[in-house]
Nanobody
């Protein structure tokens, strides 16, 4: 069992930056691949980024490549999402989630492949 708590959300102007954190408690955090998803009002939850258990591999959806960076500190049981050059359409609730390792990128984009979820943190980007 893994419990996840996100923090770091807030309001920012377009072009600004935020760093989200996701603190994990429970067993074997370092064995999980960790992902970030976002969900805008009235829309489905969508994949943003994922990072393998040892930070050896990272995955990003195309819309955030070059702007967002996912990282983790297994000693602190925490995963981060550094978000730069934020745009108004990045406005959403952001969720971290934990899953096992998969072979293909497409598997990390599927909500149903994640076993544990946080409660979310809101990011609002104004123009």
């Amino acid at each position: 069992q893994v419990q996840l708590v996100e923090s770091g959300g807030g309001g920012v102007q377009a072009g600004g930056s935020l760093r989200l954190s996701c603190a994990a408690s429970g067993r074997a955090f370092s064995s999980y691949t960790m992902g970030w998803f976002h969900q805008a009002p009235g829309k489905e939850r969508e994949f943003v980024a994922a990072i393998s258990w040892n930070s050896g591999r990272t995955y990003y959806t195309d819309s955030v490549k070059g702007r967002f960076a996912i990282s983790r500190d297994n000693a602190k049981n925490t995963v981060y999402l550094q978000m730069n050059s934020l745009k108004p359409n990045d406005t959403a609730a952001y969720y971290c989630a934990a899953t096992r390792s998969y072979r293909y990128y497409s598997d990390y984009t599927k909500i149903t492949n994640y076993n544990y979820w946080g409660q979310g943190t809101q990011v609002t980007v104004s123009s």
